[in-house]
């Protein structure tokens, strides 16, 4: 195990990063703690039947109050950064306004306690707990709600800034737009074109705001986008599968890189869905085209893409193929897709350098009986995460000609926690959590991981 481990760590430049994910509604729980308002996921998740089991972030890992033991289990790992969510309704309510001094006292000691370990925090200003204050104005469907980002992003430079290493301003705008709006699968649960491409536009609007509001307090302050680039290649070989590929491309990665690192929507996007976008969205090409310093990737699994005439457009529809090995939530599991997902941006796009912000695998294995008693053999994890860390590697070796100018690469995640539609019964931590006695332990797949980065000396 720690071979394999040692061995791909001699792959990475010394620069190279290695951190773990996580994100507030995850993992924090304490909802009703020191003035927190509402989010979307607590009213999401109290409405039956829209979490598996009716779970809820309520209690979650306990992270807001077990903070302190989690960063030394991440220090005793020795992993070098950390990407960690700030919650906006823990900062502000009412999503404006006044700044709560206990919100904004847990992130200072997050983040102090990290620097004092010698890792690096990456702060993510939105990943999906937006205040439900701002659902009942209309969420993201409101383009007000991308000021109100702005303004939020300007105050969490100005009270943190001078102590995060990066900045990522929003998570995947593919899950707060199509997932949340489209698909009704995430908070707020529409399932309304017009009011996902409307979403599309202000979440892209939210991002440049907000570069800007960064930047005009801490110029020097590396800050980028994190989506979740979709891995599309057509589902079978004939030429109505190749170009629904091709639209579906457009629809769930050229509606957000389009726009942000060329300044433009893609031409077939705009012909056939134009109209569903707010009025005079051309006036704001200039204020969203914010490539920043670095773009953020998450990458899991691969899209096999087929016509589908008879749906909207993209008109297409993805499954999954049969003949490749699942994770335990079922997704195909393909490591040379991640490559292919970052060779199709490159062809398209001038991207700024790359960090990967996710990637990792759910396996629900648990402590393992007999000889392997205590462990948690999560096999599946660790082979997932050696081939997609394979694929990384090669990616660097390949030069920034072939390949890609990848700097860093966090694990998501480092517990096991809330997995939003799912709740809890989707484990992708590689720290056990027991949500009974809020005890952890460290998988095998962690302590592969440890190996690794401590391999690098
Ligand atoms: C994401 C999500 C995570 C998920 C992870 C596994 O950014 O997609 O940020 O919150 O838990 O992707 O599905």
Redesign the pocket.
Known sequence: MSSSAEHLSKRFPKSFLFGTAT?SY?VEGAVHADGRGASIWDVFSATPGKVKGGDTGETACDHYRLWEKDLDLMAGLGIQAYRFSIAWPRILPSGMGRPLAEGLTFYDRLIDGLLARGIQPFATFY??DLPQALEDKGGWRNRDTAKAFADYAELLTLKFGDRLAAICTL??PW?VTYLSHLHGIHAPGLTDLGAAMRTVHHVNLAHGLAMQAIKSVKADIPAGL?L?PQSIYPGEASERAEKAALRAFDFNNGAFYGPVYSGAYPEELVAELGPLLPEAWQEDMADIHQPGDFTGV?Y?TPEHVFDAPDSHWPRARAIRRNDLPKTD?GWDIMPDAFTHCLDELKKRYALPPIYIT?N?A?DNTEAGRGSNSGRIPDNLRLSYLESHLDQVASMIADGQEKGHDIRGYFL??LLD?F??AEGYS?R?GIVHVDYATQERTVKDSGRWYEALIKARG
Do not use: K, P
Request: glycine fraction near 4%.
């Open positions: 994100a995850q990943h999906w998570n995947e899950c994190v979740n998450n899991y939530l996710e990792g759910c998501w995640s926690n997995e939003w989707a992708f």
